[in-house]
């Protein structure tokens, strides 16, 4: 196998495989993020998780079309009705209630996240945490758009995003670290 180092590692992992190991990669990315929705903290209108944590980690190691993939894939379940999201929640109501932009915002973050990291000058540990603070940003801003909607500008500023910028900031961190140790040992099964 050849080693793609301008590609995601996960992504790279997975280019000579089997389609079945993709489709297996994106199911068990999507659990982990519900996994991660699981986490939370009782908060009003929106409860903290770290489902940001594990879409921006998604990104960094699958890329963009890979993340993108299974960030939808996680959304699809729990649009379904499987149990997927903040508090064990599934259906078509967490997608017109208030956290409908941050749903919206994970999705877009993959993709954009994931994108930017595959840039070579992006990979590395600080040019990636500036990344995915951003990919944060996005989320909150998505988020907050939504949110406006429904109780005005400066309430959703108060309690959708000002609560959670020092968790996106650790989180932002976390994911930066999980990626960077986790990359050399799935590069080396490349080879």
Do not use: N
């Amino acid at each position: 196998m050849t080693t793609q180092v301008h590609v995601a590692p996960l992504r790279a992992w997975l280019a000579e495989r089997p389609t079945a190991w993709r489709i297996g990669a994106v199911l068990i990315g999507s659990w982990l993020i519900a996994a991660s929705s699981w986490m939370s903290a009782p908060m009003y209108p929106v409860p903290m998780t770290m489902q940001t944590f594990a879409v921006l980690m998604v990104a960094g190691m699958a890329g963009a079309r890979l993340g993108f993939a299974i960030v939808i894939t996680w959304l699809t379940q729990a649009a379904l009705g499987l149990p997927v999201l903040a508090d064990g929640l599934g259906g078509l109501a967490p997608f017109s209630g208030p956290t409908a932009g941050y749903l919206a915002g994970f999705a877009l973050a993959a993709f954009v996240c994931g994108w930017l990291t595959e840039q070579p000058l992006l990979r590395a540990w600080a040019p990636m945490l500036a990344v995915f603070l951003a990919g944060h940003g996005l989320i909150l801003a998505c988020g907050w758009a939504r949110l406006s909607m429904l109780i005005g500008a400066e309430p959703a500023f108060a309690s959708g995003v000002w609560p959670f910028v020092t968790g996106a900031v650790l989180k932002s961190l976390l994911a930066v670290a999980v990626v960077k140790l986790a990359e050399p040992r799935i590069r080396a099964m490349q080879t």
